[in-house]
């Protein structure tokens, strides 16, 4: 499979804390990469980082060839970014914070209806999409970003919890949708503290705390590594 | 261009809120109904004036002051009572706001110029305008009735000398000189007919750049608080695009609103206005001096107006970095406030040509502070002032741009915030 993000080194400081170490992994075409660790471990960080958010201290992030500090432009033409604590404009309805978001992607009309109707389809809104995005409950607000963030059929997602605030039946759904997306081509890097969400939405999983990658490899690898029966009892036993 | 017009789209559309239209309305109907009713105050203290009259002299001086009463648009009520106490509570039942008691042997004391006091009662039914203005009329009577009594005497007297020549036998005759064009008229007269005309333009300044710093800071706040900023710094538009079309929204909101407040100021001062009559000898002296703006003059007016509004749009987009929420923002306003305020109350009460130099650069050195000048620098024939100001503002634009762009470039967008707990910028 083709690399398609490739990050080698990566460092990030805010002022005398290290937040990222010196991290390196890569993530293939049509792969979901997983990142899971404790709070402050460094996840949301490399989101930002790779998502073009926050610039970093040191190292090397590629994507599709593009180098991050040279090219973030080129990055954010083909990347999708959903961040954990994600909002929308309250004082829009469902459809036009939709049409506004892919308006920067689309380069005719005809291809804003085409994002327009995948995005129907994810977000499963019905007719609440025509409401003010302020009346929308917090699930409701999570369908619509994560209908938002795949809507254009990005190179790559990039999804921070992605299923945050979504009860059990809609982050089922929304996991199938990540891992529809995934078999049509589109790669996608993720973070969540849900090891059961990781185990059945990721092919690789990199183990992360204090800004260091500890370990990285598929469910199977790393539970038969740990002899573990899961990934939390994996995280565990790779922390010690 | 597509994607700035989006995005400015989306920028108007999330300012103009519901909450802004009904503000907006309801200051203009609020200026409209209080401008209205000055207007009918103003129509009624001009109107004939109900005036009590207590005469115990019944003397053809007393008769005389009544009927220059009548001449001055005064309706005289002549009141039948035994004595001052029964005529002052009889007036105060009645409609009337004014009694005059004109005391016995008034007449004859006055010929022999032993004058007697005449008293006047005001009842003060209210605190508007329209009963200051009545006791002031009553008093403005008096004079003109002592001035025409003395000048009957002299004349009397004097027959081949005007009495006004022995009253006053100085004469002065006042010339004022402006660019070096000379022009007969009170100086106190012309630097008030100039106040005048050009006091709004202050006031549309500070309110345009109030408004619409405001809603720059209030923008970017709301991006951070309701968690929006992230997902648009990740979209493939420019960073500086983003800054612009927050200022540009903020710019025309702002502008809209700050004419509909002025629209609605101008009908509340028009009230108070509606009955002072310029003079066609004032207006022909200021045109005589120059002092009137040309086209030439409003538009470089205009151009210093626009650089002061752009200039605090990016010092709001800079601060509105530093806020964490709507709250944090409401504070931030702050120092933009000050800095419109110290020019806009310099230019209202002292002359800033004669302040001390450090206090001097200092005042220049705020960019409002320029189109504060403007108007009085453009009337005086200074233009090269008002383009030294719009250079330096266009200048400090460019570097507030770019600093504010730059922020926006960087993770500061994201990490800068100003705690005011431990008033600092962490970053």
């Known amino acids: 499979m083709d690399i398609v993000l490739q990050v080698e080194g990566l460092k990030k400081s805010y002022g005398t804390l290290e937040a990222l170490k010196g991290i390196d992994f890569q993530v293939h075409q049509g792969e979901i990469f997983a990142l899971i660790g404790p709070n402050g471990a460094g996840k949301t960080t490399t989101l930002r980082i790779v998502s073009t958010l926050l610039t970093p201290s040191g190292g090397k992030v590629t994507f599709l060839g593009h180098d991050l500090k040279k090219h973030p432009e080129k990055f954010r033409e083909q990347i999708s970014y959903l961040p954990e604590e994600a909002g929308a404009y309250r004082n829009l309805k469902g459809t036009k914070y939709l049409r506004f978001m892919a308006n920067f992607y689309a380069n005719t009309a005809g291809e804003t209806e085409e994002f327009l109707k995948r995005a129907a389809g994810i977000a499963d809104l019905g007719n609440r999409l025509d409401e003010k995005v302020g009346t929308y409950s917090k699930g409701m607000v999570r369908k619509l970003l994560l209908a938002r963030a795949l809507m254009t059929r990005p190179a790559m997602a990039i999804l921070d919890e992605p299923t945050s605030g979504l009860d059990v039946i809609n982050s089922l759904e929304v996991r199938e949708i990540i891992k529809k997306f995934a078999r049509e081509g589109i790669s996608v890097l993720l973070s969540s503290h849900n090891m059961l969400e990781i185990e059945f939405l990721s092919d690789r999983v990199a183990l992360i705390d204090k800004g260091v990658i500890l370990d990285f490899g598929t469910s199977r690898e790393l539970k038969e590594k740990y002899q573990a029966a899961n990934l939390e009892v994996v995280f565990r036993s790779a922390l010690r | 261009m597509k994607k700035f017009t989006n995005l400015l789209s989306k920028e108007i559309r999330e300012l103009i809120t519901l909450q802004l239209v009904i503000s907006l309305l309801f200051t203009l109907v609020l200026f409209y109904f209080m401008g209205a009713l000055a207007k009918s105050e103003m129509k009624k203290a001009a109107a004939v004036q109900k005036i009590s009259v207590f005469d115990l002299d019944q003397s053809e001086i007393s008769k005389g002051l009544l009927a220059s009463l009548k001449m001055t648009n005064f309706q005289v009520d002549a009141i039948k009572e035994q004595d001052k106490e029964a005529a002052v509570q009889t007036a105060g039942k009645g409609d009337t706001n004014l009694l005059l008691v004109i005391p016995k042997g008034f007449g004859e004391s006055v010929a022999k110029f032993e004058p007697e006091e005449i008293e006047t009662y005001t009842f003060l039914r209210s605190f508007s305008l329209g009963s200051i203005r009545k006791s002031e009329i009553l008093k403005a009577i008096i004079t003109a009735t002592n001035n025409y009594l003395s000048n009957d005497f002299l004349k009397k007297k004097v027959p081949d000398v005007n009495p006004e020549n022995i009253k006053n036998p100085i004469k002065s005759k006042d010339f004022v000189i402006v660019k070096g064009r000379m022009a007969e008229g009170s100086a106190a007269a012309i630097s008030g007919f100039v106040y005048g005309q050009s006091i709004f333009v202050p006031i549309i300044l500070m309110m345009i750049i109030i408004y619409s710093s405001q809603m720059v800071i209030s923008a970017i706040a709301m991006e951070k608080q309701n968690k929006t900023l992230e997902t648009l710094l990740t979209v493939p538009i420019n960073r500086t695009t983003i800054v612009t079309t927050k200022m540009v929204a903020a710019g025309l909101v702002g502008l809209i609103s700050a004419a509909i407040y002025m629209f609605g100021f101008k009908s509340y001062m028009g009230g108070f206005m509606s009955n002072v009559r310029t003079t066609s000898d004032i207006t022909k002296v200021i045109q005589k001096l120059g002092l009137a703006l040309n086209t030439n003059g409003y538009i470089v007016l205009g151009i210093s107006l626009f650089f002061a509004i752009l200039c605090a749009l990016a010092m709001a987009?800079?601060?509105?970095?530093?806020?964490?929420?709507?709250?944090?923002?409401?504070?931030?306003?702050?120092?933009?406030?000050?800095?419109?305020?110290?020019?806009?109350?310099?230019?209202?009460?002292?002359?800033?040509?004669?302040?001390?130099?450090?206090?001097?650069?200092?005042?220049?050195?705020?960019?409002?502070?320029?189109?504060?000048?403007?108007?009085?620098?453009?009337?005086?024939?200074?233009?090269?002032?008002?383009?030294?100001?719009?250079?330096?503002?266009?200048?400090?634009?460019?570097?507030?741009?770019?600093?504010?762009?730059?922020?926006?470039?960087?993770d500061r967008v994201l990490t800068m915030k100003l705690r005011w707990g431990k008033k600092k910028i962490v970053l």
């Open chain 2, 317 to 410: 987009t800079i601060l509105g970095v530093l806020a964490e929420d709507f709250r944090s923002a409401q504070a931030l306003i702050m120092p933009i406030i000050f800095l419109v305020l110290i020019p806009y109350f310099l230019s209202f009460f002292s002359d800033i040509k004669t302040l001390s130099t450090p206090v001097k650069i200092l005042v220049w050195a705020i960019p409002f502070s320029h189109p504060f000048l403007a108007t009085q620098n453009i009337l005086l024939g200074d233009y090269s002032a008002v383009l030294y100001g719009i250079l330096y503002m266009a200048l400090l634009f460019l570097i507030l741009v770019v600093a504010a762009a730059r922020i926006f470039s960087t």
